[in-house]
């Protein structure tokens, strides 16, 4: 078999657990199969380098934050290499140039736009394991790109798609895809199985298991993603195209705490405006989620919608550079806000969800900003300092929790 396995920095945060995983790199090529393994960088290593950054630069260029955080899956295939070489099996490591992995041309949050497999290929039939560096790709002027966040795992999908692999790992802290996060919901329990459709929900709402293009490009390309511990045995989390369990009417509560609201005030109440407003926005690729109209009067509207915190400051700036052809009284934001999700496809065939969730909240005592509904998935935008108090309640509400 092709196998494609991707460790995340947890997984190989110090010596002691680079040389637990290459130890579980090499029994899975002890069994006869390719292996081509992907790595994030170790531990906290990206956010230490992004605090390096902010002592220069608060707002640096993205070109060369993207030159600056690759570095730390390079260091990561390399120790991977030394380590499984150490236990006497050949490796070779290769970062994003060196695989032919292109993306588009946007710095801190590229996409992949084909993956060259003739060097990784080469190196399989030459019987090593390959470890490639996540996150990262080259745009056509063969500057280094990163993915977003948690990119790895769309870089381990995206090759097990490309090389036709028969099966993708995914392993990480958990042993799974949970409920809701067991570190947050203490009765928090874990799924055999889960659909593409949730799991994609579910990562877009803030559950950090896998990244939510990693699971599109899974369910484009039929590739059965497993989710596991890279610290047990334990057998994790199937996601694939239909699941066999009977279908639960919630599948699990996510949570993020890396949204922004962004209020515009006091716009012409006339056709298009909301139109150029987000046409604006999209133009500078400024992702939106939720958004919320206000009934026009006195001959102006507000119009609300929630950004990622890492897209505040060039929305505002956009913003407030466009504010008078936008007709805007007033631009405004609140960072203090946090979504909480609910995600099942039996949702969509059962009425009444959406006012458990809602009694869940009034019980808690906790307060609802917006509201995003679709046939899957509920979302609420609520003050930060709640999120736990929401998630716990809504969990118990559902009774999603493991029976006693």
Known sequence: MLIVQKFGGSSVANVERVFNVAKRIIETYKQGNDVVVILSAQGDTTDELIA???EIDLHPSR???DMLISTGEQQSVALMAMAIQKLGYPAISLNAFQVGMYTNRTHSNARLKRIDTERIELELDRKNIVLVTGFQGINRFDDITTLGRSGSDTTAVAIAAALKADKCEIYTDVDGVYTADPRIVKNARKLDEITYDEMLEL???GAKVLHNRSVEIAKKYNVELVVRSSLTNAEGTVVREVSNMEKMLVSGVAADKNVARVSVIGIEDTPGKAFELFSLLAKNKISVDIILQSIGRDGT???S???AKDDLHDTINILKNNQERLTAKDIVYNEKVA?????????ATNPGVAALMFEAMYDAGININMISTSEVKISVLIDEKYTEDAMNAIHERF???REE
């Open 339 to 347: 979504k909480v999700s609910i995600v099942g496809a039996g949702m």
């Open 301 to 303: 509207k507000d119009i």
């Open 203 to 205: 990562a877009s709402l």
């Open 52 to 54: 390096k950054a902010h």
């Open 305 to 307: 919608f929630t950004v």
């Open 63 to 65: 070109r060369e934050m």
């Open 399 to 401: 009774k999603l929790g």
